[in-house]
Structure formats: C-alpha cells, structure tokens
C-alpha cells in the first residue's frame, strides 16, 4: 500500500520497536509518552527505512460471539504532516481489524484533538456517550473501558464505528455528572471520619450542584455572546479515579466535564480566544462564589445553622477551582484554555485560588 510517492504501510517487525520509539517521542508530548504502549499489532509508515509514523491496534473480545477492535494511538513525526499518512494509516487500521472479525471499532480521543476527531467522523465513528455504554453494555462496560485503556482518561470521548444512530442529550450527561458526584462524597466522608454524616452529604452535594451549574451557566452565556454553538459533554471515566483518591487518598478529585463546540469541524487553535473566554468567566464565578463562602465563614457574617453549607460550598468551590484551573497538563480543564491564551492571566487566577487555603 503506498501513499503520497513511495511511503510504505506495512506491519511492524519486531526488531523495529527502537525506531517506532523514537518517531513517537518525535510526535507526543511528555505525558503522551508516559501512556504509550505497543501491541501485537502494529502498522508503520516508512520511506527509504525511516519510520515516519505508525498505528497501534489491538482486538479483543466484548461478548462471547463478538470481538471489538481499538485504535489505541496513530502518530506521524513532524516533517510527515500534512502528507495525508495519517488519514492512510487509520484506513489501514480500520481494514485490518474489519479483517480480524471485529463488528464495533474503537478509538478514545481527547475532546481538544479536533483534527482526530475530524478524522475518525469522516469514517464513520461517532461518540459513544455514557448513558448509550451503559444501555448498550451494562455493567460490562468497566471491561470495555479497561479493554480500550478508557479507565481513567480524564477528558478523553470513546468513539465507535459504527456511530450510534441517536444523538446523545447534553442536559442528561450534565445531570448524570452531578448525580456521580454526589455518590462519591459518602466514600470521601467515610474515609475521612469513618462515618457518613447526611447533614455533610446533602451540603456538599448541594454545593456541587450550585457550582457545577454556576460554572456551566457562565459557560453557555459567554458562548452565546460570541456567537459560539456549544454543548455540554460529561468525562465518564474520571470517574474510577476520583472514587480512588477519594477512598485511598481521602481527597477531593472533582470530575465536572466541560463544554464544547458543537459538531466536530472545528480547529480548537482557531476557537482559542473564544474559548479562553468562557474557561474565564466559568472560573470566575465560582472564584467569586467560594471567596464569598469562605468569607462569610471566617468572618462570622452568617447565621450558625448555615456555617455547615457555607463551608461545604467553599470545599467543593475549592477543589474545583484547583483542578479546573491549576491542572495545565491535562487539555480538558479550562485551565489550559487560559494557559494557552495568557500565560500571565493564567498565574494570577492560580495564585489567588492557591491563596484561598491559606487566607480561610
């Protein structure tokens, strides 16, 4: 199979892996790599000996007379893009797990990687929202997630071939969001006290609701300002992993999903300053709203019986400020947004939000 001249695809040997290696360290950041592992099989792109980039399949099985296949990673080196070798090397991929007998193909994709989106919705994929998981595969859906490494890739969609017929409804992911988060607090509590008191549930699960939907309504608005179409997308699987900093930790790790353009033709560099927008004003409003708690509380400005839900609303406000901001390395919160439109604003917001521990 060639592309564009004389670019080979062809199954990587064995003794090729130190190259592929190299191309990828070429082609991913420094967490990308961290996560990167190879599988039996392998297809790479190579002219005159030089990998210039590469697809990792894998095949599994999903039920007993069903076999799933993934795309786990698809890379091409700097100089090889826009050849169109990426594209190529998908094809491949698709074809060779339809090849190997696998019905429903799979791919996690990273909600900012516009132009993998692009790709995988031009042949055929679509994503696959929590709720059409668990309705399609029950409580098999964990063994999904762990067979497509979707376990805790915060902020990642898992895409299928083929797409789902209906559409996902944003309104019920964001409902589901909070209703998960509410079901976590009881295991934070129990391992921070060794008991669940409902009076400490309900506030910190009322407080999550406040600012989950304080965060999502400045969103919305500062999108329609714009002119921007958005909609609200839920992380599913960061969810096993704040239930286990929770339980294991006895912390706070706030999974409150994000909201995105609408459709998949997109550039996320061309919407940046848009977006930046609505990551500021989201962060903003629950910086006011837990600045406001925490004073109430530190200065004695509230009636006693409030003090429990005024300090739940600055515990959550905090913790979701400190990973909806601070957290730059993962794409999905709003703090890389901002990051990647100002630095400077970026560092302000995290020095006030850091000082908020120490001042309340």
């Known amino acids: 199979m060639l592309v564009d001249c004389d670019i080979n695809i062809r199954p990587m040997k064995e003794d090729e892996k130190d190259k592929v290696s190299a191309a990828m360290h070429r082609s991913f950041s420094l967490i990308e790599r961290w996560s990167f592992y190879f599988t039996p099989d392998v297809l790479i792109g190579e002219r005159d000996g030089e990998v210039l980039g590469a697809i ?149 699960s009322i407080a ?64 940046l300053l848009k977006l930046s927008r609505m990551a500021l004003y989201a962060i903003l409003s629950v910086l006011i709203i837990t600045i406001l708690a925490g004073a109430s509380v530190h200065f004695k400005l509230i009636h006693p019986a409030l003090t429990v839900f005024f300090r739940s609303i600055f515990h959550v406000g905090t913790a979701l400020l400190l990973v909806d901001t601070c957290l730059v390395f993962l794409k999905c919160y709003n703090g890389r947004r901002i990051w990647d439109w100002s630095k400077s604003v970026w560092l302000i917001l995290t020095i006030i939000i850091i000082s908020l521990l120490y001042i309340f």
């Open 56 to 204: 990792v399949l894998k095949t599994f099985e999903i039920s007993q007379n069903s076999k799933g296949g993934l795309i786990a990673w698809v890379f091409t080196v700097p100089e090889a893009r826009g050849l169109g070798l990426g594209q190529t090397l998908s094809e491949a991929g698709i074809d060779f797990l339809e090849k190997q007998g696998c019905k429903e193909i799979f791919a996690a994709v990273e909600g900012h990687n516009t132009s993998s989106a692009k790709l995988f919705a031009s042949r055929g994929f679509g994503i696959l929202s929590p709720g059409q998981q668990f309705h399609r595969y029950g409580v098999k859906v964990l063994k999904l997630w762990l067979k497509t490494s979707h376990l805790i890739d915060v902020g990642h969609f898992l895409w299928m071939k083929p797409a789902p017929e209906q559409k996902a409804k944003p309104s019920l992911q964001l409902w589901g969001t909070m209703l998960l988060t509410c079901l976590v607090w009881p295991l934070l509590l129990w391992r921070m006290a060794g008991g669940i008191n409902p009076m400490r549930w309900l506030g910190l």
């Open 208 to 271: 999550a609701i406040i600012l989950f939907g304080i965060r999502y309504a400045a969103m919305i608005l500062t999108a329609r300002r714009q002119g921007l179409q958005v909609r609200y997308r839920a992380w599913e699987s960061g969810f096993p992993l704040s239930i286990a900093v929770a339980v294991v930790l006895g912390g706070t790790y706030l999974i409150p999903g994000n909201v995105y353009p609408s459709g998949h033709d997109w550039r996320y560099k061309d919407l």
